[in-house]
């Protein structure tokens, strides 16, 4: 990250640090404990300290009118060829600090972490103030957590999907053809059935499927390094019984069992969160093609949805489901490792249900019809 020195010289800073990429680094350290997080951070930071650098700007010079130019730099990042390029790795000389424009909510993120970031400076001592406190529409535009889930499949959709998940490779398939298959089948039913995230299930090891007096749990260590037990349904007891048998291991999981739950294809070593996260997105563009062969025009929007998904699609669908399917409201939290209720609030829809039936008793009337209302007023 390019750095640059306090517009204080650093005076009075409660941190060790001689310029801006020094303080964003002491920043940093306080994720370390959180790889992706910390990863997430940088990310951003780096983006911020980048585009400053181009502006002449320090990050105790940041104003509230630098923050609206930067928002609308992540819609637009320019000159094209200077921002935007395909993933490469960081020492690269092609690498770039994005793949393509942010999402509207891309880049509420951004300013939720950058808004941290610069209240963490302040407090250190390092910027005089923290120009997010001047938006005066901050809490809308920084709040990540209006609004509810839309990034998910439908049950329809989920349910052809699975159905396809589950066809029967063709007979006479070769060995890796049949891995594959039921090593596919197997991450979807746990993406589904437990809402892990990409790194959750990259880190899961056989071990941490643990029954105890009768009931099977998984014992996870998740975001921000929380550690928690979630209940296992039969349906995913099942499968990772079927999943056992297909890497040639017997009987339960055992407690001191530290190998990987997700295999490469030599059946032993471990599965990456890059190799994971291909395998899903590959899968969700094949299931696409298959639907609109099969059913044609009518088939796109569902076909688009399935192209349009990420990994994180199946948490997202697989804590809706629960909550449609009438898990209550602390159970879902359980499940999701939610600190907050309002977070798993959002993927409630009842309401939205119940919104649409109220407004389907009001309509326009049919030409012709007696509505028996009598003389207008």
Do not use: C
Not at 114 to 125: K, N, R, S, T, Y
Request: proline share 6%.
């Amino acid at each position: 990250m390019a750095g640059r020195l306090s517009a204080t010289g650093g005076q009075g800073a409660h941190i060790a640090a001689t310029s801006d990429a020094e303080a964003v680094a002491r920043w940093m350290a306080e994720y370390r404990g959180s790889p992706r997080t910390l990863a997430a951070y940088r990310r951003e930071a780096e983006r911020l300290l980048m585009w400053l650098s181009e502006q002449g700007l320090g990050l105790a010079e940041v104003r509230r009118d630098h923050l609206e130019a930067f928002e609308a730099f992540l819609a637009d990042p320019r000159p094209r060829e200077r921002w935007v390029g395909p993933p490469r790795p960081r020492q690269a000389e092609d690498w770039r600090p994005f793949r393509g424009p942010l999402s509207p909510a891309s880049r509420r993120q951004s300013l939720v972490i950058l808004q941290g970031m610069f209240a963490w400076l302040a407090e250190a001592g390092w910027v005089a103030h923290n120009p997010f406190r001047l938006m005066r529409d901050k809490r809308r535009r920084l709040d990540n957590r209006q609004g509810g889930i839309e990034r998910y499949l439908e049950a329809p959709l989920w349910g052809w999907l699975w159905d396809w998940l589950n066809r029967p490779v063709e007979e006479g398939a070769s060995p890796r053809v049949r891995f594959e298959w039921a090593r596919r089948r197997f991450v979807f039913g746990f993406a589904y059935l437990l809402a892990p995230r990409i790194a959750e299930m990259g880190a899961a090891r056989m071990g941490d499927f643990r029954r105890r007096e009768g009931r099977w749990w998984w014992e996870v260590v998740g975001k921000g390094s929380k550690a928690a037990r979630i209940p296992v349904p039969p349906d995913m007891v099942t499968l990772l019984m079927e999943w056992r048998a297909v890497l040639g291991l017997a009987g339960e999981p055992q407690p001191d069992d530290d190998s990987p739950l997700l295999r490469a294809l030599d059946g032993r070593r471990g599965l990456g969160d890059n190799r994971l996260y291909r395998l899903i997105r590959e899968t969700f563009g094949e299931a696409a093609a298959a639907l609109e062969q099969e059913q044609g025009d009518a088939a796109r929007p569902w076909a688009l949805r399935l192209r349009q998904a990420t990994p994180h699609w199946l948490r997202h669908t697989a804590l809706t489901h629960q909550a449609q399917a009438g898990v209550e409201l602390r159970y879902l939290a359980a499940t999701a490792r939610h600190s907050r209720l309002d977070t798993t609030a959002r993927y409630l829809h009842a309401e939205d249900e119940a919104w649409h039936r109220q407004q389907s008793r009001h309509g326009l009337a049919r030409p012709g019809a007696d509505d028996g209302g009598g003389e207008p007023v």
